[in-house]
């Protein structure tokens, strides 16, 4: 980007993205936040028809579903997507730059103890060196 910036350059973000960039800038920037927006939205269109057909797909399926226990839990897992799908009043810079933190720092950090976890070596070794004992072994004993 080759924008007349002036003012302050500090950037109330962590990283350097592009809407934050473009907030400093003292030229028009609406004809590339434009472009930029219609390129996003072409992008993604293919992923949104895809999701939303697998979701309705869902959806239908766990509407045959005869269990209305099994339906309740089908329904309270596919309610999640509503948490994503936030207009912008509801969210503010301060609770992205929070979100931010968990997907970039937060969840890869967990990743490796998560699948760590799995393996049964690791998880009984954790056990013994936390002191934790089953039932199962108590039992025995």
């Known amino acids: ?25 003292c030229s028009d920037t609406w004809l590339y936040e434009t472009l930029m927006y219609l ?3 072409l992008m ?11 979701y309705s797909s869902i959806l239908l399926t766990v ?3 005869n269990s209305a226990e099994g339906r309740k839990k089908a329904l309270a897992t596919c309610s999640a997507v509503y948490t994503y799908m ?3 009043s509801f969210h503010t810079p301060e609770k ?11 969840t890869p950090m967990l990743n490796p103890l998560i699948y ?3 393996n049964k070596n690791v998880t009984e070794a954790l056990k013994k060196l936390l002191g934790v004992r089953t039932l199962f072994q108590e039992t025995v004993k």
């Open 1 to 25: 980007m080759t924008f007349p910036f002036c003012g302050s350059r500090e950037i109330h973000h962590f990283f350097c993205e592009v809407p934050a960039v473009t907030k400093l800038s």
């Open 39 to 41: 390129c996003c939205v």
């Open 44 to 54: 993604l269109l293919i992923p949104v028809t895809v999701i939303s057909s697998s």
């Open 63 to 65: 509407n045959r579903m």
């Open 86 to 88: 936030l207009p912008a």
């Open 96 to 106: 992205d730059m929070v979100v931010s933190v968990f997907y970039t720092i937060l």
């Open 116 to 118: 760590s976890l799995r």
